[in-house]
């Protein structure tokens, strides 16, 4: 059994170099906790547009 | 002594510390709130006091190692400076890293809300010149992540170094499994930092300073602590 934790993050930036670091450093400062848990970053490209608003 | 306990949003425990606090050393600490960037001028010893910082959020004490507070509290440390923290205090500081290693889920998986017996291991440290080496004390324990956890390097070194300063035990310092509330390694109920002026502790010492409550054993923890000021003034 493997439990854990998915955090689905938009950044603003459009590099995905730069996010994947910046991600990274978030899971190794805050999100895992390093002694236990081990992490895995993937950069999934651009989020799709935000749907136009109902009337 | 002056003493410093930090209130974070969701800590619970700040007035029984600061209650058992004013009882032993006849002066009542200052209540600093994480949002704070500096500790009070002149402070001895820094708590942090039990309670769900935070609601627990993401993991015990992640957040509230972060809290604004946490600077000049790891500059009070890194100074020589005294800090505690118990139960949650105790996960705020290893996710601070102040400490090694990481309070996981108890191994029975429930909360447990009882009194325990620790073997206070060594007596050489401010936070036990009030015990004797070996003595055993009886205080209460209420948490559902209190296992503490840490890779076997580390626990190695904290054996070698007699860094674990608490042991759940039973009644007469013998190691029992059945004693070892929540399942922690080695039975590890409290832990010193390398330079032995960090502790953290999964047990309330707070709340057993009083005899109304039945028990005293408590006390021992914060009337060292005065000695050991009295003594350095």
Request: include cysteine; charged fraction near 20%; charge should be neutral.
């Given at each position: 059994?493997?439990?854990?934790?998915?955090?689905?993050?938009?950044?603003?930036?459009?590099?995905?170099?730069?996010?994947?670091?910046?991600?990274?450093?978030?899971?190794?400062?805050?999100?895992?906790?390093?002694?236990?848990?081990?992490f895995?970053?993937?950069v999934?490209?651009?989020a799709p547009q935000?749907?136009?608003?109902?009337? | 002594?002056?003493?410093?306990?930090?209130?974070?949003?969701?800590?619970?425990?700040?007035?029984?510390?600061?209650?058992?606090l004013?009882?032993?050393?006849?002066?009542?600490?200052?209540?600093?709130?994480?949002a704070?960037?500096e500790?009070p001028?002149?402070?001895?010893?820094?708590v942090?006091?039990?309670?769900?910082?935070y609601?627990?959020?993401l993991?015990c004490?992640?957040?509230?190692?972060?809290?604004p507070?946490?600077?000049?509290?790891r500059?009070?440390?890194r100074?020589?400076?005294?800090?505690?923290g118990?139960?949650?205090?105790?996960q705020?500081?290893c996710?601070?890293?102040?400490?090694?290693?990481?309070?996981?889920?108890?191994?029975s998986?429930?909360?447990?809300?009882?009194?325990v017996?620790?073997?206070?291991?060594?007596?050489?440290?401010?936070?036990?010149?009030?015990?004797?080496?070996?003595?055993?004390?009886?205080?209460?324990?209420?948490?559902?992540?209190?296992?503490?956890?840490?890779?076997?390097?580390?626990?190695?070194?904290l054996?070698?170094?007699?860094?674990?300063?608490?042991?759940?035990?039973d009644p007469?310092?013998?190691?029992?499994?059945?004693?070892?509330?929540?399942?922690?390694?080695?039975?590890i109920?409290?832990?010193?930092?390398?330079?032995?002026?960090?502790?953290?502790?999964?047990p309330?010492p707070?709340?057993?300073?009083?005899?109304?409550?039945?028990?005293?054993?408590?006390?021992?923890?914060?009337?060292?602590?005065?000695a050991?000021?009295a003594?350095?003034?």
């Amino acid at each position: 059994v493997r439990q854990g934790k998915v955090f689905d993050i938009e950044i603003a930036d459009g590099d995905a170099a730069k996010a994947e670091a910046t991600l990274k450093e978030a899971a190794e400062k805050l999100l895992a906790n390093t002694v236990i848990e081990n992490f895995k970053v993937e950069v999934t490209g651009p989020a799709p547009q935000a749907a136009p608003a109902t009337p | 002594m002056k003493a410093a306990v930090i209130v974070f949003p969701g800590s619970n425990r700040e007035r029984d510390m600061a209650r058992a606090l004013t009882l032993v050393s006849g002066r009542a600490p200052t209540m600093v709130w994480h949002a704070e960037t500096e500790l009070p001028a002149g402070t001895d010893l820094v708590v942090l006091p039990g309670g769900f910082s935070y609601g627990d959020y993401l993991r015990c004490g992640a957040i509230a190692a972060r809290a604004p507070i946490m600077a000049p509290v790891r500059e009070h440390a890194r100074k020589g400076g005294l800090v505690i923290g118990v139960c949650n205090g105790f996960q705020i500081l290893c996710e601070a890293e102040l400490l090694p290693g990481v309070l996981q889920r108890n191994a029975s998986v429930k909360f447990v809300c009882r009194d325990v017996h620790l073997k206070v291991e060594r007596s050489d440290t401010p936070f036990t010149r009030g015990y004797n080496a070996g003595q055993v004390i009886r205080v209460p324990v209420a948490h559902g992540e209190g296992n503490y956890f840490a890779g076997e390097g580390t626990i190695g070194r904290l054996e070698a170094e007699g860094r674990i300063l608490f042991r759940y035990t039973d009644p007469e310092g013998k190691r029992d499994p059945k004693a070892n509330v929540n399942g922690a390694t080695n039975a590890i109920a409290g832990v010193l930092n390398e330079k032995l002026n960090v502790l953290g502790l999964m047990p309330h010492p707070e709340n057993h300073v009083e005899s109304v409550v039945g028990c005293t054993d408590g006390r021992g923890l914060f009337a060292g602590l005065v000695a050991h000021f009295a003594q350095a003034a």
